[in-house]
C-alpha cells in the first residue's frame, strides 16, 4: 500500500522546469506580444519565471483568434539539498476584452516540452484596438527526489493592445 501511495505520489507530480534562459522571451513566435520576467520567492528557493505571450493565428472579427501563453525557467536558485527543482501548474487562465467585456477561458498547449503552455481561442467581435487583460493562476511546486509539496499559488495579470480588421 505504501509503495502504490508513493508511485502515486511520484506520477501525479508536475514536470521539472528545466532553465532555458531567454529562449521563449525573445521577440519571436512565442512572443510576439510582450514577454515579462517576474521573480517569485518560494520556500526553498527563488525563481525567475518568463511570461510570454503571443497570437498563433491574425485576428479577424467572428473567427477565432488562437493565443498561446508560455511560462519557462529563466534562472533559480534552491537554498536546501533534497529539494531538485521546481514544477509548475496552470490553475486557471483568462483573457477579458476592454472594448465588450467579453471573456474566454482556456486549454493546454503541447508545443513545448521544456516549459509550461497553456493556450486560448479569443472571438473579437469589433475591428478596433483591444486592450486585452491575460489573468494567469498556477501553483509552484517544489519537487523532491520522490514527489513534490506545493509551495505556493500565483495570480498575475497582463496587458496587451491587439488591433483587429
Known sequence: MIIVALAVWQLTSPQPLPMVGSKYSAFG??????????METMRY??????????????????????????????????TNSIVKGFGVRVTSLSIQDSVDGSIS????????????????????????????????TFQLYDLLPLGSIPDQTVTKSFNITQTVL
Open 45 to 78: 528557493g527563488r525563481a525567475y519565471l518568463t511570461i510570454s505571450i503571443s497570437n498563433v493565428t491574425f485576428p479577424r472579427t467572428d473567427i477565432g483568434t488562437d493565443y498561446s501563453l508560455v511560462i519557462s525557467d529563466v534562472n533559480h536558485t534552491i
Open 105 to 136: 477561458t482556456w486549454g493546454n498547449g503541447h508545443d513545448v516540452s521544456d516549459a509550461v503552455q497553456p493556450t486560448s481561442i479569443f472571438f473579437f467581435r469589433t475591428s478596433t484596438n483591444h486592450m486585452l487583460r491575460f489573468t494567469l
Open 29 to 38: 513566435p512565442y512572443s510576439n506580444r510582450g514577454s515579462w520576467t517576474i
